[in-house]
């Protein structure tokens, strides 16, 4: 998930925006991003931040927290991006800067858990804890909402009991909208296509991460 999310900032960043039809474009490539990491975030939440926290234990509990608290953070600026759509050059500059604060934060997030959160699990599971955590983050993914919703749970018992719901209602949501509304892909903007396709085509796709001579299959 990390490189795809990377490959989504760079093209969200090289639209320059200059015109309406470009705020549309990055209005539409943002709706995809917010997907991508609302479904990425609940996944985090469940599976990966408690097994960190369950195998480095308590000298592990701020990271842990840290993480959540990035979690959160992610999803009330996503709030505000998803609903508050620019109308004019003054509102596009004020959604334009808040879009490019959020990608800052979720890259360093990105490097935080490249640096400091994966080396140390990918040492301290056993190959088939990681097999494990892999099919979990799968199952996982189709289950996990669609939006980023802040007043909702970011991690513990709560988030694994909630999140299911909350994501059967979002697709719910999605499924009405697609029905009452023109045919998705002739609305799309040219220049969120691909950040779109991207994001339909890696869904429950594993992924790997690699450390020493350690290969953990998972969508990480």
Known sequence: DHARFRRMFERFKSNEGTLMDDWQGKFEQMQAMIEAIAMHSSDESRTLYPTFLDKVGKEGRLA??????DN???KELL????????????????WNGVALKWIASEEAH???????????????????EQRYLGEQW???????PLKPHPEGPSGGLASKVMHPIVGAMDRMSEGIKSLVGADRSSQ???SAMQTTAELEASRGTPMTYTQGSTTAARNI
Do not use: C, G, M
């Open 188 to 190: 799309t903007h040219p």
């Open 72 to 74: 959160q953070v992610d």
């Open 110 to 128: 990105i490097q935080d858990e490249e640096r400091n959160i994966l080396p140390k699990l990918n040492l301290l599971l056993s190959e088939s």
């Open 79 to 94: 709030e505000f991006l998803d609903k508050n759509k620019p109308s004019t050059q003054e509102d596009w500059n004020i």
């Open 138 to 144: 799968r199952q996982r993914k189709h289950t996990a």
């Open 64 to 69: 842990y927290d840290k993480l959540l608290l």
